[in-house]
């Protein structure tokens, strides 16, 4: 089954969840229709801003909204799985918008392969990276005090088709995190690939290995 990838480079949130979701409906509709239709993973990069999914808490936005004008940023209210989690520039933004039967993955078993897609780029770094009990996404030192987050990870799906995705902090401004409780943690920290490597990351780069990860494991 062939999957295309999409860069839709620096995108306004509001753009990309209307093209999301756009290609969500369409393939859904194919998809019970008996139609052809394409499974897409879009790479992107967003203008600051916070997203709270179904599940989430307001109180965990620490901003009111003149804080969010004064910092730049906006609040959207989504429709994914999940708490709040930031995006901006400098964070990689991955959305496979996909027909998960095709792949024969469950929503659980396909969650885990983008943890382990996320996994391998770190270790491609040199960076060891896990998971967490009982927290989706891709941790650091996950089981002791020092736990911090590198890639957030929620997700929407119908009729076994996804959106929505992950967030891998590559070069990301984490000061952007101290104005939330992001995914609802108070006492975990946040990191990103700069951060633990010392050094700027090209993102280019960052995008082809995770596309590769991404698609060898969807391929298996």
Same mark, same amino acid.
């Given at each position: 089954?062939?999957?295309?990838?999409? $860069?839709?480079?620096?995108?306004?949130?509001? $753009?990309?969840?209307?093209?999301?979701? =756009?290609?969500?409906?369409?393939?859904?509709?194919?998809?019970?229709?008996?139609?052809?239709?394409?499974?897409?993973? +879009?790479?992107? =990069?967003?203008?600051?801003?916070?997203?709270?999914?179904?599940?989430?808490?307001?109180?965990? #936005?620490?901003?009111? =909204? =003149?804080?969010?004008?004064?910092?730049?940023?906006?609040?959207?209210?989504?429709?994914?799985?999940?708490?709040?989690?930031?995006?901006?520039?400098? @964070?990689? +933004?991955?959305?496979?918008?996909?027909?998960?039967?095709?792949?024969?993955?469950?929503?659980?078993?396909?969650?885990? /392969?983008?943890e382990e897609a996320?996994?391998?780029?770190?270790? %491609?770094?040199?960076?060891?990276?896990?998971?967490?009990?009982?927290?989706?996404?891709?941790?650091?030192?996950?089981?002791?005090p020092r736990a911090?987050?590198?890639?957030?990870?929620?997700?929407?799906? %119908?009729?076994?088709?996804? #959106?929505?995705? /992950?967030? /891998?902090?590559?070069?990301?401004?984490?000061?952007?995190?101290?104005?939330?409780?992001?995914?609802?943690?108070?006492?975990?920290?946040?990191? %990103? /690939?700069?951060?633990?490597?010392?050094?700027?990351?090209? #993102?280019?780069?960052?995008?082809?290995?995770?596309?590769?990860?991404? @698609?060898?494991?969807?391929?298996?």
């Amino acid at each position: 089954m062939k999957t295309s990838v999409v $860069d839709w480079g620096l995108i306004p949130y509001s $753009d990309s969840w209307n093209r999301q979701t =756009e290609w969500f409906d369409a393939l859904v509709h194919a998809k019970l229709d008996g139609k052809p239709y394409e499974n897409r993973i +879009v790479m992107c =990069e967003h203008p600051h801003v916070y997203t709270l999914g179904r599940s989430g808490k307001e109180n965990n #936005m620490l901003l009111g =909204e =003149e804080q969010l004008k004064a910092i730049g940023a906006t609040l959207y209210h989504i429709d994914r799985g999940g708490d709040i989690t930031y995006h901006g520039p400098g @964070q990689l +933004v991955c959305y496979p918008i996909i027909n998960l039967e095709d792949f024969g993955l469950g929503l659980k078993e396909y969650v885990h /392969l983008l943890e382990e897609a996320v996994i391998r780029v770190c270790a %491609s770094y040199g960076i060891t990276a896990g998971r967490l009990e009982k927290a989706t996404g891709v941790w650091l030192d996950g089981d002791s005090p020092r736990a911090r987050k590198i890639c957030a990870i929620g997700v929407r799906s %119908s009729h076994y088709v996804t #959106m929505h995705g /992950l967030a /891998l902090n590559v070069n990301t401004d984490l000061r952007y995190f101290s104005y939330i409780n992001p995914c609802g943690f108070i006492d975990k920290g946040v990191t %990103s /690939l700069q951060k633990e490597l010392g050094r700027e990351v090209a #993102m280019d780069e960052v995008k082809h290995r995770l596309q590769v990860e991404i @698609q060898s494991l969807l391929d298996r």
